[in-house]
Each structure stands twice: as structure tokens, then as C-alpha cells.
């Protein structure tokens, strides 16, 4: 059974720094995408960073390029995400997804396995 259980969101002010886990089991880490959805309340989910082991490749969506950084450890099945200088427009749930080489890493509905979210609020 695939299982993702992300960790690490709290509460933080502005230009503070959050660095969140999602520990993943069930599947071989190297053979899928991992990525970081959020979604802040009244909006959909939204793409925020992918890291494909199998191609070497990390994703950003452009808010947050220079601010967050993904990261894996295979060898434990982890992913993180360093989330720094924080904005209150980061403020949402995020989620961990899983997904056997998804045709665009944006994509939500690619992406089979999800975690069950980890709040991240972001006070100005």
C-alpha cells in the first residue's frame, strides 16, 4: 500500500523559513515523481515544486523560484521541500503527490498517490 505523510507546516511570519517532510512508502522512490501541491482556500491546487529521480530533474512554479528548494533521500523514502522567505501568499495546505513518470509534473489529475496535506500559514 502507497502511503505519504507530509510533516513540517506551522505557522511562521513573514520572511521565516518552514521545511517540510513527506515520508513515502509502498512504491521505489527512484522510479516516480514526487511533488509539492498547495492549495489556499477558495483556490485549486496549484503546482509547486517536482523532483523526478529517474531524469535527474528538479520543478519549480516561478513564485518561488529562489525561495523553495525540493530535495529527496532515497535511501529513506523522504522528500523535502525548504520553504524560505516565507510570503503570506504561500499561506495554504500542501500536499505531497506521487506519480509513476506523469506527462507534465503541473498536472494534478497525473498524479495517483497523494498525502493527506500539512498546513502552512504565513502571517504578515
Known amino acids: 500500500e502507497v502511503q505519504l505523510v507530509e510533516s513540517g507546516g506551522g505557522l511562521v511570519q513573514a520572511g521565516g523559513s518552514l521545511r517540510l517532510s513527506c515520508a513515502a512508502s509502498?512504491?521505489?522512490?527512484?522510479?516516480?515523481?514526487i511533488g509539492w501541491f498547495r492549495q489556499a482556500p477558495g483556490k485549486g491546487r496549484e503546482a509547486v515544486s517536482c523532483i523526478a529521480s529517474y531524469d535527474h530533474r528538479t520543478y519549480y512554479t516561478d513564485s518561488v523560484k529562489g525561495r523553495f528548494t525540493i530535495s529527496s533521500d532515497n535511501a529513506n523514502n523522504t522528500l523535502y521541500l525548504q520553504m524560505n522567505n516565507l510570503k503570506p501568499e504561500d499561506t495554504a495546505v500542501y500536499y505531497c503527490?506521487?506519480?509513476?513518470?506523469?506527462?507534465?509534473?503541473?498536472?494534478?489529475?497525473?498524479?495517483?498517490?497523494w498525502g493527506q496535506g500539512t498546513q502552512v500559514t504565513v502571517s504578515s
Open positions: 509502498g512504491f521505489t522512490f527512484d522510479d516516480y515523481a
Open positions: 503527490a506521487a506519480d509513476y513518470h506523469p506527462l507534465g509534473w503541473r498536472r494534478a489529475d497525473e498524479y495517483d498517490y
